[in-house]
């Protein structure tokens, strides 16, 4: 673990991310030393720092801190925080405050391959997600409605129902994302994605298929989505840098067995990995 | 400072507090080595556990730590955070995670005693608060919005502005609270505040001035507020455990000069204080 670029494992009780959930993060996927995707996380990162007017770690600052985790940790999980830093007492952010780079890291988490291969059940959160245009898509360190979610998901599977992921819609009532993932509906040969304006995390990984179905001339469509409509979708699945991406084989009273655009696109993904 | 009950300034980066904003605070003024309203400030640190599904520490325990932090700082302002604590990766709460105690002092800061007696400029923030019945009410760690409203406060003080507080409206345009305090109007001899049950913190300060006007026969409504009914109050004013009570001068185009309700209960708080 890194803060600052030197090895540890605490931060400031005075650290801003800490006080306000005031601050930015990306989980990586590592693969023999090397991690996936980095220049679209730190794109993504550039954009979220901005939504909250925070300043950017630079770049090859950053890439250089990596590079001591993975030299480390050639194959698991990596996470990044950054945070504003800290400050004085109060809310307001300080314009000189600088921000903290915490870098941490995690085995793989032990999926069954048939999650991948066969689909996952998903269960419908009850919690509602809150409706915020200025910290929509960003991937920001409030994350309490995702706490009560996964508890709720948590439950659930106390109660015996085998749900692999929650699925939540907003206030308004339409599908918007999974705790931990990006949702996709396949209908009629089309890609569909919930819009993400309102609410919602916009994940790399839900880039990287976007970007996937438009280069193999695949019509996309980023709108609002009910959940009556992904229960008679032909194909649902869900996507994120660990995950990769998992079919959705139950959800409500319904159950799909056959996921060939699913699969496809899987496959398309792991191939750019490769 | 203290951290479970032991001299430090710095938590693990894997504390749910920085991971997700996973816990609650409080804001304590400490006046002669005593905290103000301790009791009242420990049933709503129990509430807001509560609401998120977290073990409340024993209040016992809490007082021993408390009465460490004043031994040192026995004047000034007093934070207490709780965290649900470390756990495995992802959202979802572990049953055993057992809660950090974060407690930090800083000086009270140094406002004019004008604020008080002359009453305050507001301005109205362009961000409006999203709707979250199941956080509402909670002084919860997930501040991002208090912090874009008091950068939004930031600027228009940089522009000449000279407010001393930002007004937040919800998403439906009702009027909640400000950035850090509780809001409170005087109509015809009746006390209004706004209903907190789909947004805003409900903070002990809030909860003084209504237990003040019950006691004195004063009519209080807690309900839906618009700000138009602001601007035609006979007073507005605003309140929290370290600035106790400011009446507003001047809100958008209307200026107030007498503040008599304001100022009574203003006296009536602080004679409990003595």
Redesign the interface.
């Known amino acids: 673990?890194l803060?600052n670029g030197v090895p540890?494992?605490?931060?400031?009780?005075?650290?801003?991310?800490?006080?306000?959930?005031?601050g930015v993060?990306r989980t990586l996927r590592a693969v023999n030393g090397k991690a996936l995707h980095w220049p679209l996380h730190y794109l993504k990162l550039q954009h979220d720092c901005v939504k909250?007017?925070m300043t950017c770690p630079d770049e090859a600052l950053l890439c250089a801190e990596l590079d001591k985790v993975l030299a480390q940790h050639p194959d698991g999980?990596v996470k990044l925080?950054v945070?504003?830093g800290q400050s004085g007492?109060?809310?307001?952010?300080s314009a000189d405050a600088a921000p903290t780079r915490?870098w941490?890291f995690?085995p793989i988490?032990d999926y069954p391959a048939e999650c991948a291969t066969q689909g996952i059940k998903a269960h419908v959160c009850s919690?509602?997600l809150?409706?915020?245009p200025?910290?929509a898509c960003v991937k920001?360190?409030?994350?309490?409605?995702?706490?009560?979610?996964?508890?709720e998901?948590?439950d659930a599977q106390l109660h015996g129902e085998q749900a692999a992921e929650g699925l939540l819609l907003d206030?308004g009532g339409y599908l918007i994302e999974g705790?931990?993932s990006n949702l996709f509906l396949v209908a009629q040969g089309r890609l569909v994605t919930p819009d993400l304006s309102r609410?919602g995390v916009a994940g790399i990984q839900r880039g990287r298929v976007m970007a996937w179905a438009l280069q193999h001339g695949m019509t996309l469509q980023v709108r609002d989505v009910e959940l009556e409509e992904a229960l008679q979708a032909d194909e649902i699945f869900i996507v994120n840098s660990v995950i990769g991406l998992w079919p959705i084989r139950e959800l409500e009273q319904r159950h799909w067995s056959h996921f060939p655009v699913a699969a496809q696109i899987r496959h398309g993904l792991d191939r750019q990995d490769a």
Chains 1, 2 share one sequence.
């Open positions: 673990m803060v540890g494992n605490s931060i400031s009780i005075r650290d801003r991310g800490l006080l306000y959930g005031d993060f909250l007017g999980v925080i945070t504003r007492r109060g809310y307001a952010p915490i941490d995690s988490p919690l509602r809150s409706i915020q200025r910290l920001h360190l409030n994350r309490l409605e995702n706490v009560l979610a996964a508890a998901l948590n206030a705790t931990r609410c």
